[in-house]
Nanobody
Framework: QVQLVESGGGLVQAGGSLRLSCAAPGNIFNINVMGWYRQAPGKQRDLVATFRSGGSTNYADSVKGRFTISRDNAKNTVYLQMNNLKPEDTAVYYC??????????WGQGTQVTVSS
């Protein structure tokens, strides 16, 4: 069973920073999109940022200028650098890996809590 390995969540004060990482195993091929979604309690899962194989990135308006997504293709790893965190960024963050066929793998989620 394919498992994405997420790390980097935790508790931080408002204005602080965290870096999330997500590693896909080597038996996932033809990766097209790697990225992050988040889900706050009682809300739907929403896009945070994605990084396509061609190099294009996409961010939710709420995180533009504060979050940066990057990708290491050699390691099948995607990162999310989160700066100037706000309490409204509190959520479970899920990594996703989508291959060219359209199939999407999801991570187990990592909790990010920002205190005011």
């Amino acid at each position: 069973q394919v498992q994405l390995v997420e790390s980097g969540g935790g508790l931080v004060q408002a204005g602080g920073s965290l870096r999330l990482s997500c590693a896909a195993p080597g038996n996932i091929f033809n990766i097209n999109v790697m990225g992050w979604y988040r889900q706050a309690p009682g809300k739907q899962r929403d896009l945070v940022a994605t990084f396509r194989s061609g190099g294009s990135t996409n961010y939710a308006d709420s995180v533009k200028g504060r979050f940066t997504i990057s990708r290491d293709n050699a390691k099948n790893t995607v990162y999310l650098q989160m700066n100037n965190l706000k309490p409204e960024d509190t959520a479970v963050y899920y990594c996703l890996v989508q291959i060219r066929s359209g199939y999407t793998y999801w991570g187990q989620g990592t909790q990010v809590t920002v205190s005011s």
